[in-house]
């Protein structure tokens, strides 16, 4: 009598195994052919504040920097921007008028850092490289990664800008001090942070994910973007992927690592997104009135997005074009 393995060797080596319905089920979803030449290097980030970070990326990629180079630099665009009030200098407060910076970052090697819940640092995805370089840690927090900035050599800085701050005092007499107003009927507000994915010539992949995160929260709350596996996650050998939006909502379903592990399964960047945010909606009730946006590169250098509410856009370099492309949405 054949045993199981050597019965599933034998039927496979006929070409039967689509005669077993249980094996047809597990098996990996083909994916889709790109509807476009795909090129290295690449790279993808959300929202329009990517356009500037991605023309950064692709510039140190160019002159010779790595991968990692790449990505760090690129989100350091945002974080510098006081006219940008979701990432870094000038990033929207808490509701006690507080700025607090949450950044990750991983690299090719799989290695990963972080820093949340960091206040007076401008460039929180620098601090997080650090992390991931020096130390045996990947997730450093308050005042213990302000004070590990300090030590080598970030300075401090006032992150709340006369524009930010005048529109957090608004905020409060508008608010009664209840973080959810506006939630319901703004839900691409409050929370743009910036994931940026990089692929250089070699094919190697970094990404970076950096935010102020969501604007008004209540004091100590960190969000999905210093999460490995949540904000972030990239395989060398699969892809990578990277989210925006109502963190809740990603680290209640890992979101990130969620996208990749479906890329390993066969799926596209495109049908992974797509799956990840189907995923949030069966499981997560609050859904319909928040937003989630995923983006995702694979080792071909195909790209793919998808998110929960219309609203949401990315910005790709690749082909020597860098161009906003609007994603599509469950709703």
Known sequence: MLNRRKFLEKISAAGAVTLLPGIVKSMPVPAEAPDHDVAIPAVIST?????????????VMRGG??????????????????DNRSVGLGGTPDRDGHVTLDASIMGSDGNAGAVCFLEHIIHPIS?????????????????????FAL?????????????????????????NYNPEVNWEDKPNEFHDTIGLLAMDENGDMAGACTT??????????????????????????????????????VMKTLGSFLVVELMRQGRSPQQAC??????????????????????????????????????????????????????KSYY
């Open 212 to 249: 102020s995160g969501l604007g008004y929260k209540m004091r100590g709350r960190v969000g999905d973007s210093p999460i490995i596996g949540a904000g972030l996650f990239v395989d060398n050998e699969i892809g990578g992927a990277t989210a925006t939006g109502m963190g809740e909502l």
């Open 127 to 147: 601090v997080a490289r650090l992390v991931m370089e020096k130390t045996p840690h990947v997730l450093l927090a308050g005042e213990g990664a302000l004070q």
């Open 65 to 82: 920097g790595s991968v990692v180079d790449a990505v760090e630099q690129g989100v350091r665009i945002p974080e510098g921007d006081p």
């Open 274 to 327: 797509k799956e990840a945010v189907e995923r949030i909606v069966k499981k997560v009730p609050e859904n319909k009135i928040r937003q989630v946006g995923f983006i995702a590169m694979n080792k071909k250098g195909e790209t793919g997005a998808f998110c929960l509410q219309p609203g949401f856009n990315y910005a790709l370099h690749q082909n020597d074009e860098n161009k906003m492309i609007e994603s």
């Open 47 to 59: 929202w329009s504040h990517g356009i500037p970070a991605n023309e950064k990326a692709m510039e």
């Open 151 to 175: 030590e080598n050599g970030f300075e401090e800085h006032k992150l709340l800008t006369p524009e930010t701050e005048k529109s957090w005092k608004e905020w409060v007499k508008e608010s």
